[in-house]
Structure formats: structure tokens, C-alpha cells
């Protein structure tokens, strides 16, 4: 890299140059209102990356009764967000070392509402392209976040994760509460998936002036590239990528099937809708809880093993009990659902700068986003193989307690010291 000096090694020569600048105090302090756009931006972006999938998801059924698609392109779709989360994730690194993190997190929040609306048109082709569109989007963002946070609030990585993963999940939650409603108002569960787009345009306008901001700095200009590829040779990247991985595929896996399972089981559309978003509301608190016991002193393992074996004791709920108490694993799963938080603490302070973290996270993201495919894909083609959804929820699982096994890995004194008391 160049101004890189020769005596140290690429990748770790280039993760401390990064943040040398704002050290020295060359850089300016950020302006109040450069802080408020951040927070406003973080907000309207949070509340977006869970809305196109979960509004999709509880209009899986309706979507598939109305256009007509076979039982291959219903397993296919609920499948786009992961395998677009790990093919577009992967060139977030690339990307963001060329356009810088705001700017190709603004290119992202484009492809999401283009995406997402076009959704919107009553046809197969569309909705599969419009999911590829917005999704790889979605992808971007997924990845550039943490290295935002990183960049941004470096003082406050916890807070503002908290803040970024609580308005996710609260986003996706009300839009899988008003999106079948809004179907049945509009006449069309196409024009309903398609008008969650305006919420990703909220986001885009909102991102603006953070994105200006960053444009007219020179500061940032200067930052490093790091590969994630060579990350994954590393204990610290093997296990941000199996803890990435399980959690993916867990909740993919259920936030892509749970209301249509419900449905089949006996359920009616509406309250299947109902239960998932009861799910998804319990994350909202469970992850604030959770961050909250990681962030003490020696309490970050308690916090993954507690979560963790809650999923676990969901799904066994989703497996053993008659639909009738749908409540039960809805809200057990919904708190297994705030791991995502921790995970992305952890991503969010494993590197020694926003390059590495960016690397880490796009290892992480893309690598685990590529495996969990096999979540809501493996789920459909099962279901469709078997008639029911015992075998799928055995093999979900079994995963589940692999995950508290890494959980114990992860959170070994040498990966959770940076990520305890900070």
C-alpha cells in the first residue's frame, strides 16, 4: 500500500497507519450537527435492514397463491437475502476501501429502495429481481456498519450498537405486523412488499448529508485496505465466522419460515403475522439486556451461553408444542434472536482499525452469510420433501447447540478482553 512503511508486514502495517491521524489531532473534531446527522442516519438505515426481509417473509404464502410460483422458486427466495449477503457482502471490503465507508454505504441504501420497490411489481421475475437488488444492498450495509460505528462513535461502540441492532429489529417487527394488514388495504401482497421501499428512500435522504460531510473531508481519504481472506487462517477470524455463521442460519432459517410454518400448522395468516412479530419484539429487549450483561466484567460468557441455550429451548418449543402456544417459542426464539447485538460488538472491536475491522467483518459476514443459505433454502426444500417440518426444526436444532459450544469458545479470555469493559 502506498505510504505504508516497508519494514512492517501489509496487513498489519496497513490496520495501524488508519487511525494514526485523528490521534496526532490533524483531523477536526466533528461538528455537532455531523454527530446528530450520524445518529439520525444510523437510525433511519437500522430500521430498514430487517424490514425487506421480514415484510417479504410474512407474505411468503399470499405472495406465492397470487403469482403462482412452484415449490423451487418458494425455497429460492427466501434464500436471496443470504447468498446476496455473502456474495455482495464479500466486495464490501474492495468497495469501501475505494469509495470510502459513507459513500458505499450510500450506494447501498440506493440499491435497497430501487430493490425493494421493485418488489412492488405483481410478478415473479420481479420479485426475484427486486430481492437481488435490494438485498445485495442490504448486504453492503450489513458489512460497512460496524466499521461506521468504529469510524464514527468510537467512544460509544456499545451504545451505538445497541441503538443500530434495537431499531433493526424494531423495524422489521412493525413491518411484519402491518404488512399483511397493508396487503389486504392495497388488494396485493406485491404492492405491499414494494411500498417498504419508502422507508429504505427515508434512509437515503437521511444518509445525505453524513455522506456529504465525509466527501468534503480529507481526512478520511487516506485509509487503508485490509483482506479479509487471509484473516481466516487466524483464530480470531475462524471464530467470528462460526459464531457468525450459526446465528445466520439459525435466524434466517426462522425469520423466513416461521410465519408461513405457523400457517401451514394451522394458524390464520393474520395471526401467524401476529407471532412473528411478538418474536421479533421480544429481540428488541432481549438484545439491550444481553449487551448490557456482556458489558460487565467477566459476563460476557454467561450472556452468549444464556442466549443460546434460550434459542435452543425455543426451538425444541417450535418442535414439541401444539400451535395452539405458538406464544411460547415465539418468545423464546425472539430473545434467542438478540445475539445478533453481541456478535456485532465483537465484530465491531476485533480490529486494531477500520480497515481490519471492515475485513472482519466482511470475512465474517460474507463467509457466514454463504453458509447460512443452507438455512431457509434447506428449510423449504425439506418441508416440501417431507410434508412437514419435524426434520427441518431437528436439524435447526442441533445447530443451536453447536452454537452454545462456540459461544464457549468465543468468549475465551484472548478474543473477549477488547470486548469486555469498553
Known amino acids: 500500500m502506498p505510504g505504508t512503511p516497508p519494514a512492517s508486514p501489509p496487513a498489519t502495517a496497513q490496520a495501524r497507519t488508519v487511525p494514526a491521524a485523528p490521534a496526532t489531532g490533524s483531523a477536526p473534531a466533528k461538528p455537532r450537527s455531523a454527530v446528530v446527522f450520524g445518529v439520525i442516519a444510523l437510525v433511519l438505515i437500522g430500521l430498514n435492514l430487517r424490514a425487506g426481509i421480514t415484510g417479504a417473509s410474512a407474505l411468503l404464502h399470499d405472495l406465492q397463491a397470487v403469482l403462482g410460483y412452484g ?85 460509544r461502540t456499545s451504545l451505538m450498537t445497541a441503538v443500530y441492532t434495537v431499531t433493526m429489529t424494531t423495524g422489521g417487527t412493525l413491518t411484519s405486523v402491518a ?163 453481541l456478535v456485532m460488538v465483537m465484530i465491531s472491536r476485533s480490529g486494531t482499525s477500520t480497515a481490519e475491522t471492515t475485513a472482519l467483518s466482511t470475512l465474517a459476514q460474507s463467509s457466514g452469510y454463504l453458509l447460512a443459505t443452507a438455512g431457509p433454502f434447506g428449510m423449504g426444500l425439506l418441508h416440501s420433501a417431507t410434508g412437514g417440518w419435524s426434520l427441518p426444526l431437528v436439524l435447526l436444532l442441533v445447530l443451536a447447540l453447536a452454537q452454545i459450544v462456540v459461544s464457549h469458545l468465543i468468549t475465551g479470555p484472548a478474543m473477549s478482553r477488547n470486548a469486555e469493559g469498553k
Not at 437515503?204 to 487462517?233: D, E, I, K, M, N
Request: aromatic fraction near 6%; include cysteine.
Open 71 to 155: 415449490a423451487l422458486v418458494a425455497s429460492i427466495i427466501p434464500s436471496i437475502p443470504t447468498l446476496c449477503f455473502a456474495l455482495a457482502g464479500a466486495a464490501t471490503s474492495w468497495l469501501t476501501g475505494k469509495l470510502g465507508v459513507e459513500k458505499a454505504i450510500l450506494l447501498s441504501l440506493a440499491l435497497l429502495a430501487g430493490g425493494l420497490m421493485l418488489r412492488g411489481i405483481p410478478a415473479t421475475g420481479m420479485l426475484v429481481a427486486g430481492s437481488v437488488v435490494g438485498m445485495s444492498g442490504l448486504a453492503i450495509c450489513n458489512v460497512a456498519m460496524p466499521s461506521f460505528i468504529r469510524e464514527h462513535f468510537a467512544s
Open 179 to 341: 404488512v399483511v394488514p397493508l396487503a389486504h388495504a392495497l388488494g396485493s401482497p406485491s404492492a405491499a412488499v414494494g411500498a417498504v421501499g419508502i422507508a429504505a428512500v427515508a434512509a437515503f435522504v437521511g444518509f445525505l448529508p453524513v455522506a456529504l460531510h465525509a466527501h468534503r473531508s480529507t481526512v478520511r481519504t487516506t485509509a487503508g485496505h485490509v483482506s479479509p481472506w487471509p484473516l481466516l487462517r487466524t483464530r480470531k477470524g475462524q471464530l467470528l465466522t462460526a459464531i457468525f455463521t450459526l446465528q445466520a442460519l439459525l435466524a434466517y432459517a426462522l425469520l423466513s419460515w416461521f410465519p408461513y410454518m405457523l400457517t401451514t400448522m394451522g394458524l390464520s395468516a393474520s395471526d401467524s403475522g401476529l407471532m412473528f412479530g411478538l418474536m421479533q419484539l421480544v429481540s428488541v429487549p432481549a438484545g439491550m439486556v444481553l449487551i448490557a450483561i456482556g458489558a460487565r466484567p467477566r459476563m460476557l460468557r454467561p450472556a452468549f451461553y444464556l442466549v443460546s441455550i434460550i434459542m435452543a429451548a425455543g426451538i425444541a418449543a417450535l418442535l414439541s408444542l401444539p400451535v395452539a402456544l405458538a406464544a411460547v417459542p415465539a418468545v423464546l426464539i425472539g430473545f434467542g434472536l438478540g445475539i445478533f447485538p
